[in-house]
């Protein structure tokens, strides 16, 4: 148990919807991460905050947003849903927002598998 | 553009030999290196790291050599063994980036008994 907790699990939802997706970091963590697994790739970063700052944003899109609330949980809002944004979607938190050998490691969450039909 | 690179998507291994996973990147600012392995239905677990500063970093069965000059990485696990079978990806970060890994496609090993 790596201590980030992600709801749901698993999500079923239509084309054209929106979903929030919720991750609470581990006990202390200030820093949380966003990725995103889709079928057969790697994780590709979406985004980061830091103490409810956004810290660094990768390759996220428009249509999708994210917070951090000053009880430090995170939420991922993803709208006008495509079925190409079928994917697992993983929150990660880590105790520095810096990177390098700074970084230390990021603990995982299981992850949200969000199915667009 | 992708700065990490797994070129093996699948690596099949005896139990009790050497496995070699493989990771070559392009950004010359990664400055940290990690390899995370992943078991279906669960999130990616931290495995070993590497500073740049350093070409060899060992953790029992588990070591990770750094060629800087080359821009690649290699982590070996000696001897392999069943429960070793995962997904393993390798991640690296700068440190004028913030805190976030730019991960590889992964790298899906299978050891056989």
């Known amino acids: 148990d790596s201590g980030v907790t992600q709801t749901p699990k698993h999500l079923i939802t239509a084309t054209g919807q929106r979903v929030t997706l919720r991750c609470s970091p581990r006990?202390?963590?200030?820093?949380v991460y966003w990725y995103q697994q889709s079928l057969d790739q790697g994780l590709q970063f979406l985004i980061q905050?830091?103490?409810?700052?956004?810290?660094a944003k990768g390759n996220i899109l428009e249509r999708f947003s994210a917070q951090q609330f000053p009880d430090l949980h995170s939420e991922l809002n993803l709208s006008s849903l495509e079925l190409g944004d079928s994917a697992l979607y993983f929150c990660?938190?880590?105790?520095?927002?810096?990177?390098?050998?700074?970084?230390?490691?990021?603990?995982f969450g299981e992850g949200s598998r969000l199915t667009v039909l | 553009d992708q700065q990490v690179k797994q070129n093996s998507p699948s690596l099949s291994v005896q139990e009790g030999r050497i496995s070699i996973l493989n990771c070559d990147y392009t950004n010359s600012m990664f400055d940290y290196f990690l390899w995370y392995k992943k078991y279906p239905a669960e999130g990616p677990t931290f495995l070993i790291s590497?500073?740049?500063?350093?070409d060899k970093n060992e953790d029992g069965r588990f070591t990770v050599f750094l060629n800087k000059s080359a821009k690649h990485l290699s982590l070996h696990i000696v001897p392999s063994q069943p429960g070793d079978s995962a997904v393993y990806f390798c991640a690296a970060s700068a440190e004028n980036q913030g805190g976030k890994l730019i991960f590889g496609q992964g790298t899906e090993l299978s050891v056989k008994p």
């Open positions: 905050y830091y103490n409810g700052e956004e810290r």
């Open positions: 006990s202390g963590d200030l820093s």
């Open positions: 990660a938190s880590s105790v520095s927002p810096a990177g390098g050998a700074n970084t230390g490691e990021l603990f």
């Open positions: 590497i500073s740049s500063i350093k």
